[in-house]
């Protein structure tokens, strides 16, 4: 039944570690720290996506937030509201649930990593847990890497690990898909594989393919970023899927004491855009807490509990594509994938649920700085409520109080801190946001 819901490469040349499930101490040991049986690693591979999806709804939630992307309902806590100001103390609640849920993950990944061994079970099995393990252990770093100045990627039995910068923790994140590719190649996954422990709707391989291509571009590799993005298969949609017991973590928040909903200017700042917003948010008048950031939309791809949530949007690689090439200079190639993207209409395209704004090709030859303007106006169309808007805001320098992110990272919780003193950095901006527009990346 589908649920909806060779290991040395990394370990030898980069020194792995983990980290915790539990909420007060992600770094405390957990029962679920020893593999025994097949069962148990069959388990282990089914939980890893579970904790996955609950991370990524986090980010989405706190990295909308802090960006122009989401507002808080009426009744949602004013620390809530504040955050839509930039105002984030090291106390507030989705602080702690991106840095908790992405370490469940890392956690449990780790688990199978280092437990996996001990287990008989067919090697088509081993491979595609193993592989699914790698990747997502990679995909939760890189969640953590968008929300916090420096993060700790070494954790596995180290109860206070250090934490290292973003290079060091993006070149990890490479190194950990990596191995992700490797163990999930050695042998075709198994149908016990694809049948008892995969996720309906996820595809590892392309999944693989597109994060590399994603974690590439952080790290300023065009000509990597670029063959990876090549490599993904562009009628593959891959998601994390949820029902009506296992509820969308997006969803789930979108009303009550925390609650947070679209922003009416997403809908509202480009007319051309009402095919590819209408795939993201209805339309409403919803009055949010803080009236300078009313009115609110619907939800129209997480109206329902049972939702799912893209592992990435299948024009993002297109995007990561067209911004290596102008970085390489070929701007006749990088006009020709902004245009496939452009063109591209909502059930006509590669994928059926993809968004297309179905528009016409860029007139004439584009400069660079224009394809790159162009590129950015799609991710922010394309890829709403991903949580990647805060990255993309961060590279173009639109961070400040008065500017469109508030903030450019997120403070560590309280609870690290005090089970980490030593090794946990200072908070970036205090409690308030920079004063004015400007970089937050060296």
């Known amino acids: 039944m589908r649920h909806t819901f060779a290991i040395a490469l990394v370990a030898a040349s980069v020194g792995l570690t983990a980290c915790d499930l539990d909420t007060t101490n992600p770094n405390a040991p957990t029962q679920e720290s020893v593999v025994n049986t097949p069962e148990g690693l069959i388990a282990l591979g089914v939980g890893v996506q579970a904790r996955f999806g609950a991370s990524t709804g986090a980010l989405i939630y706190g990295a909308g937030l802090v960006t122009d992307e989401l507002g808080a309902i009426s009744t949602s806590f004013s620390t809530i509201s504040d955050a839509e ?10 602080t702690a649930d991106i840095f908790d849920s992405n370490y469940r993950t890392i956690r449990t990944a780790n688990d199978i990593i280092f437990g996996n061994a001990n287990v008989e079970i067919p090697r088509g099995t081993r491979s595609g847990i193993l592989g699914l393990a790698y990747l997502l252990k990679a995909a939760a770093i890189g969640e953590l890497v968008q929300a916090f100045q420096q993060v700790a990627i070494e954790t596995y039995n180290i109860p206070t690990p250090s934490f290292v910068d973003r290079p060091t923790a993006l070149a990890y994140v490479i190194a950990l898909l990596d191995s992700a590719a490797f163990a999930y190649s050695d042998t075709l996954p198994s149908a016990q594989f694809t049948s008892t422990v995969l996720v309906r ?29 090549d490599s993904v298969d562009r009628t593959v949609f891959s998601v994390i899927p949820f029902s009506a017991q296992d509820i969308n973590p997006v969803f789930l928040l979108s009303t009550g004491s925390s609650g947070v909903l679209p922003r009416d200017i997403f809908r509202t700042s480009d007319s051309t855009e009402a095919l590819r917003t209408a795939s993201h948010v209805t339309a409403a008048t919803i009055i949010g807490r ?10 129209a791809r997480y109206s329902v509990a049972s939702a799912s949530i893209p592992a990435y949007y299948p024009d993002e690689p297109l995007l990561v594509k067209a911004e290596a090439l102008v970085n390489l200079g070929r701007l006749a190639e990088a006009k020709a994938v902004v245009d496939s993207v452009r063109t591209d209409c909502p059930g006509l395209g590669r994928v ?50 008065n500017s469109v992110a508030k903030r450019c990272f997120l403070p560590y919780p309280i609870g690290e801190r005090n089970a980490n003193p030593a090794n946990v950095p200072p908070d970036p901006e205090g409690t308030e946001p920079v004063v004015s527009p400007g970089p937050c990346l060296p």
Request: overall charge positive; proline content about 7%.
């Open 352 to 401: 059926a649920t993809d968004p297309g704004p179905c528009l016409t090709p860029l007139a004439g030859a584009p400069t660079a700085q224009q394809l790159l303007d162009e590129i950015y106006r799609n991710r922010r169309f394309e890829l709403f409520a991903t949580g990647l808007r805060w990255e993309d805001l961060r590279r173009l320098g639109l961070v400040g109080a």
């Open 201 to 229: 709707g996820f595809d590892v391989r392309n999944t693989i393919y597109a994060y590399r291509a994603r974690y590439y571009r952080l790290l300023g590799d065009d000509a990597k970023a670029l063959a990876n993005a």
């Open 85 to 94: 100001r930039g105002i984030v103390t090291p106390g507030a609640g989705f």
């Open 290 to 299: 803080d009236p300078s950031f009313t009115p609110l939309d619907n939800y």
